[in-house]
């Protein structure tokens, strides 16, 4: 490996540590109460994103699973094909878009105001479709992507599964989710032997 592919790693580590720590920085703390009671309360949750910040969305709904709270990942192009009749007026939708526009997210948008269900939007664009249109907006505030081209979802990546993460972390908290609920479902691996002894 040459120094400057190392040196690039290294600016790569610094670059996300500063956006992860920027998060709290940035936090709307009215809005991100908002979004844990409508986390916490609703009956259903629904992620929803394209490419990296979809990855980030599945995981979401994954970890929302995982403290009991009834959730899907929804990929746009199913959503737009019937997937949407699984959201209802009391659901929650979560959606990312870093830019507030993707063009594969415009019509599920519609969809979940014409249903009323509650639209938490994670985004950088106030201004943009998403944010207009959303109940709740938690913003990201990306100062720079963190691969030598600036254009990789690297250190606004990182950004929103902190805020993913501190949403999990809240509702744990909220909803009063214990180990022993955890240990119920998750009975393999390492963590279920360590839950089930």
Not at 18 to 30: F, P
Not at 84 to 103: F, I, N, P, Q, Y
Not at 178 to 185: A, P, S
Request: charged content about 20%.
């Amino acid at each position: 490996m040459t120094n400057e592919a190392l040196n690039a790693a290294l600016h790569s580590i610094e670059v996300e540590a500063a956006e992860a720590a920027n998060v709290a920085k940035s936090m709307d703390m009215e809005a991100f109460g908002r979004a844990v009671d409508a986390l916490a309360k609703c009956p259903r949750i629904m992620t929803c994103a394209s490419g990296s910040s979809g990855i980030a969305a599945k995981k979401f709904a994954h970890t929302l699973c995982c403290i009991e709270r009834g959730a899907q990942f929804m990929p746009p192009c199913e959503a737009v094909h019937g997937g949407l009749g699984g959201l209802k007026k009391e659901d929650v939708m979560v959606m990312v878009s870093r830019g507030g526009k993707t063009a594969e997210l415009l019509p599920i948008i519609d969809v979940c105001n014409k249903k009323g269900a509650t639209l938490i939007a994670i985004t950088e664009n106030m201004d943009s479709p998403l944010a207009k249109c959303a109940q709740i907006i938690l913003p990201l505030q990306i100062g720079s992507e963190s691969d030598p081209t600036g254009l990789m979802a690297t250190g606004s990546f990182v950004a929103t599964l902190v805020i993913f993460d501190a949403l999990i972390s809240a509702l744990i908290v909220e909803t009063g989710y214990v180990r022993e609920q955890f240990g119920l479902i998750h009975p393999g691996g390492a963590v279920g032997n360590l839950l089930n002894k």
